[in-house]
């Protein structure tokens, strides 16, 4: 029937009609669901979608009613949600009372972010262990609050057929609760239960499966036993032992080939993990957020924890339960703690697939706990500490990626490959850069691997198509290599940045500040402009002006001599040879502070005089592991940095830090180096901690006052920098940055000479953040570029 105009009722005036775009992470953490049951309580007309720029929402009721929704949208927002932006338009009303949800849309432009994995929510957990709900112990339960996301995403919008959850097809409860706008499970993408998901088995290393009614059961008689498990989790597989039993973790310690690299925790909840370390407030918190960080914290005594598994810093990384699978092995009241690592020899990508894990874990695990819901995305654990008080993620990946963060500038499409050691890369599109998660160090073929298929995977997800290939001024680098061919191949345009300049546009790109500003990139290793080895560095950076790309090196550590090059790092006491004998030591003495043999010593001699595979270097990093190689005889480690991590451990609760103020560093600012940069002094440096050493004082004090010397010296250097130029902000970054007494006594120490100190957020400060750095600077020189 048709009625006619005539007869149509007058429209209400005080009905309106509106469109609303949502922006931000709002797919996959329940916000369709919450708009419907929001815009249902306010009895509006309407419906809402999912698009790939987020979400779009069509309201009609009267004004006042669409002003509570709005209201409550961005009040009441779902806890997995983060709205970045909220775009109103005015719509003619067209009748519509009821509410709907319309199915996804592939509109434009891709910017929403894909939600991050979440931990179990204590709703689905309730289930878990609920023997009367039909998901009692089903190790795959997850609702719109939790669940993974991002690891089992192939590309957005995030809904199932774009899933590795696509070939499970759900059954008619499972769909029923799925299509249930008021159910916790409507469009739970990853939804399943017994009958229609995913499941568990065990098998040998050989591959043959064994048997069991009940394969988690098994797997917790077989850890108690003191086996070596591989079990899948959500972004790749771990290895796992009784974190409680020596034997247990000195065995997968030597089938894993990693001796001395701390291995972290896993435990059943807070109480435990409380048990195992003191903890403050903040860390309890970080324990607890949904993407359940690895946090190092102090580590009690008497913890009941094998020795073996963080020997030499006082420090532990625990971490809580974030899938049902974790969940039900902790069910077992015998469980009490479980080292968790990642599934990998040494060095390589954590395993993520089946077939993957079976011949690259066969020698390593006694059986493996498998399941088949596939793994898109390798993600290891985060880890995350809490530096200067506040938090600071170390290794950002499950739970934490894909990161994006905002661009000063808007960016044509780039991508910026990183550096060498912990690599993560960053794609860029217009105002945001998307960091990947951690990806390891590019030094072999298989991490090169992972580095193309997180690329090739980012690049759909977000659909960017970079123009302009970014990377490390280092021509030696595996990731320098891999940007020119890359980018050769398809005829882009590539960009060179230096690695602290990196550091800093990072740190500086996370403030909104276009400098000019001092930045005091302290760092590991870098390649220099002038082909030696950085890392000390205080650098005049802006990122506006004619010549973004531009920066001036005020000052930097002495260059000291890097006896064998990599070997030094490996090896700290060849480092402390090199600074020894800088500093005027004979080498008798320096062979005797050293432990070096006489034919080593002659060796390192003879390097050094030729100047033969000992390059010079002006790192913070590497004077910290020669400092370490002296005052606590280190010669050789496991890890990069290691030696410097025990020497702030031992340094940790040891006030006396600056009772020696021969230890700090001097500026000559008469002495120019022939490049025009100063350089800070450290000979003295050297004299006043051997004359410690020589005098017996304690280890503890000796680190101490370095740490001091170190920070009262680039304090200084920045007091120099703002008198020559009047700048008095100071950006700090680079990998020295972790280390917790070194970031708190320069914070504070700069504050008190009156500078504005800003320290990084979101990014890492060490390498991790390294890319974002380069994307920032690319599209800096991008921007003047096109508005010249
Ligand atoms: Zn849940
Ligand atoms: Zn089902
Ligand atoms: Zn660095």
């Known amino acids: 029937m048709t009625i006619s105009p005539s007869l149509q009722p007058e429209p209400d005036p005080t009905i309106e009609r509106k469109g609303i775009r949502v922006c931000g992470v709002v ?19 309407g419906f809402i979608g999912n698009d790939t ?7 009609e009721g009267p004004a006042a009613r669409i002003q509570t929704f709005l209201i409550r949208l961005t ?3 779902p806890p997995l949600a983060r709205i970045d932006s909220v775009a109103t338009s005015d719509l003619a009303p067209n009748g519509e009372t009821g509410f709907r949800i319309v199915a996804s849309e592939v509109l434009g432009r891709v910017s929403t972010g894909i939600p991050a994995d979440a931990a179990t929510c204590s709703d689905c957990l309730r289930e878990l262990l609920d023997p009367a709900d039909r998901r009692y112990r089903y190790p795959f339960l997850n609702c719109t609050n939790c669940g993974p996301r991002y690891t089992i995403t192939r590309r957005i919008p995030y809904d199932r057929p774009q899933t590795s959850m696509s070939r499970f097809p759900m059954c008619p409860q499972c769909q029923a609760e799925y299509d249930d706008p008021l159910n916790r499970r409507f469009h739970a993408q990853p939804n399943a239960c017994w009958r229609c998901g995913p499941h568990v088995w065990l098998e040998t290393p050989k591959g043959a499966t064994i048997e069991s009614a009940d394969p988690v059961a098994e797997t917790i008689e077989r850890l108690l036993r003191g086996e070596v498990m ?7 597989f771990h290895l796992s032992v009784d974190a409680t039993s020596e034997e247990a973790v000195r065995s997968l310690r030597q089938r894993k080939h990693r001796y001395g690299k701390p291995l972290a925790i896993m435990v059943r909840d807070l109480t435990a993990a409380r048990m195992l370390c003191d903890l403050t407030p903040q860390e309890e ?3 607890q957020t949904p993407a359940r960080p690895i946090v190092l914290g102090h580590a009690r005594k008497h913890n009941g924890i094998a020795s073996s598994v963080a020997p030499g810093i006082p420090w532990l990384g625990v971490f809580l339960p974030y899938a049902p699978l974790q969940h039900l092995l902790f069910a077992d009241p015998r469980v009490k703690a479980l080292v968790m690592t990642s599934a990998n020899l040494s060095e390589e990508p954590i ?7 079976r011949s690259r874990l066969a020698a390593i695990a006694d059986a493996f706990l498998m399941h088949d819901r596939e793994i898109l995305q ?14 600071q993620i170390i290794r950002r990946a499950r739970g934490f990626v894909p990161l994006a963060v905002p661009l000063p500038f808007d960016a044509p499409p780039l991508l910026a490959v990183g550096g060498h050691l912990k690599n993560v890369l960053t794609l860029a599109r217009g105002k945001f850069a998307y960091q990947s998660q951690h990806i390891g160090d590019l030094e072999n073929p298989t991490s090169l691997q992972f580095f193309e298929e997180c690329l090739h995977h980012l690049m759909n997800t977000f659909e960017i198509e970079p123009r302009t290939v970014v990377h490390d001024l280092h021509p030696g680098y595996l990731s320098t290599g891999w940007a020119k061919q890359w980018a050769g191949n398809r005829g882009l345009r590539l960009i060179a940045v230096q690695h602290h300049h990196a550091h800093i546009a990072a740190c500086m790109a996370e403030h909104a500040l276009s400098g000019p500003v001092i930045g005091l990139s302290l760092d590991g290793t870098g390649y220099g402009t002038d082909g030696r080895i950085w890392g000390g560095e205080v650098l005049i950076c802006r990122l506006s002006g004619p010549d973004p790309a531009s920066f001036e090196r005020f000052a930097h550590l002495d260059y000291v001599p890097m006896p064998g090059g990599e070997a030094a790092i490996r090896e700290p006491w060849r480092m402390a040879f090199g600074h020894l004998i800088a500093a005027g030591f004979p080498e008798d003495e320096t062979r005797e502070l050293v432990g070096a043999t006489e034919q080593e010593a002659r060796v390192m001699r003879r390097m050094m005089e030729r100047q033969i595979n000992a390059p010079f270097t002006s790192s913070l990093g590497r004077l910290f592991d020669a400092a370490a190689a002296v005052i606590l005889g280190r010669r050789k480690v496991d890890y990069e940095a290691q030696a410097a991590i025990e020497l702030e451990a031992i340094a940790v609760d040891e006030p006396d830090r600056l009772q020696r103020m021969d230890y700090v560093p001097e500026l000559f600012a008469a002495e120019k180096d022939t490049d025009g940069t100063m350089s800070l002094r450290i000979g003295h440096l050297w004299r006043a901690m051997v004359d410690d050493v020589r005098h017996g004082v304690p280890k503890a004090r000796i680190a101490a006052r370095f740490h001091g010397g170190v920070s009262e010296g680039f304090i200084a250097a920045a007091a120099n920098a ?17 280390n917790r007494s070194l970031s708190c006594l320069l914070r504070s120490g700069l504050e008190e000479a009156g500078f504005k100190v800003f320290q990084h957020v979101r990014v890492s400060p060490g390498d991790g953040g390294l890319s974002y750095g380069q994307a920032v600077i690319a599209a800096a020189i991008l921007y003047s570029e096109s508005t010249r």
């Not at 797919?27 to 007309?45: D, H, I, T």
């Not at 720029?53 to 309201?59: R, S």
């Open 27 to 45: 797919q996959g953490v329940g916000f369709r669901p919450f708009v419907y049951r929001l815009a249902s309580e306010e009895n509006l007309g």
């Open 53 to 59: 720029d987020g979400v779009t929402i069509e309201l």
């Open 75 to 77: 009040s009441e927002t």
């Open 230 to 236: 591989a079990i899948k989790g959500i972004g790749g």
């Open 285 to 287: 918190a970080l324990l």
């Open 351 to 357: 395993a993520i697939d089946n077939d993957e894990a």
């Open 378 to 391: 390798r993600c290891d654990d985060s880890v995350a500490a809490l530096v200067d008080n506040k938090p």
């Open 722 to 738: 703002r008198k020559n130029t009047g700048i008095s902000q100071v950006v700090l970054s680079g990998g020295c940055m972790h």
